[in-house]
């Protein structure tokens, strides 16, 4: 597409539940970013692919948060049994290989916001 | 890793005035980019600039231009003819290949009409 899809813009959920969020890369951006941005915060990274892989995961903040990527393209961040420290917007982001390897663009993010 | 600091929480500046936004960064590689984004109240985080450390040249966007003093770590951005549209938060950013995008921690601008 012509930009990082990003559903759903906005998800309410009650503590306990598991919820999924999706991010649809550029089309042919092999490498895709998730943050995490709490109120009034800067980015927190949180993982990074590089194709279907995932060579740094380590800023997912426990176990309950993990995130696949499939065909090189659309990416799942899924946490379970939502916790409300987890109410934040989630913001993903893709970029190309080769010449603009290191530019970002970034889609307008989740709201989460968990009860 | 990397490290970026913006020590400016909130900075304001008139309509049609010059403002400066400061950032230092960190890193232990040669070969890294440098960049400005700018975060409206719409969440989406948009790019304003960048530069490629190995660039002696400072970048300039329009009304946009960065000040970087490689050996100072220091990558401030000047914002020209400052326009209410500008009004965001504003994040600086470093990455090397391969890795993470660094952000500091923002600072929050406000043009004054």
């Known amino acids: 597409g012509a930009g990082v899809s990003q559903s759903p813009s906005n998800k309410v959920t009650e503590k306990g539940k598991d919820v999924e969020l999706r991010c649809d890369p550029i089309?042919?951006?092999?490498?895709l970013y998730w943050y995490r941005q709490s109120l009034g915060q800067g980015l927190e990274f949180l993982i990074y692919?590089?194709?279907?892989?995932?060579?740094?995961k380590s800023g997912l903040p426990s176990d309950r948060f993990s995130a696949e990527r499939t065909g090189g393209s659309v990416s799942t961040l899924t946490i379970q049994r939502t916790q409300q420290e987890d109410s934040a917007v989630y913001l993903c982001?893709?970029?190309?290989?080769?010449?603009?390897?290191?530019?970002?663009?970034f889609g307008a993010g989740s709201r989460l916001t968990v009860l | 890793a990397q490290t970026v600091t913006q020590s400016q929480p909130e900075m304001s500046v008139q309509e049609a005035e010059t403002v400066t936004l400061s950032c230092t960064y960190d890193?232990?590689?040669?070969?890294?980019?440098l960049f400005w984004y700018k975060q409206p109240p719409s969440r989406q985080m948009i790019l304003v600039i960048r530069q490629e450390a190995y660039k002696q040249q400072n970048a300039t966007e329009n009304r946009f231009s960065v000040n970087f003093q490689k050996a100072a770590k220091s990558f401030s951005l000047k914002i020209s003819d400052s326009q209410l549209g500008d009004a965001a938060m504003y994040f600086c950013a470093c990455k090397t290949s391969g890795s993470r995008l660094t952000f500091g921690e923002g600072t929050q601008l406000t043009v004054n009409p």
């Open positions: 890193t232990s590689e040669s070969d890294y980019y």
């Open positions: 982001a893709s970029s190309r290989s080769g010449l603009g390897a290191n530019v970002l663009t």
């Open positions: 089309s042919g951006h092999t490498a």
């Open positions: 692919f590089q194709g279907n892989s995932a060579p740094d």
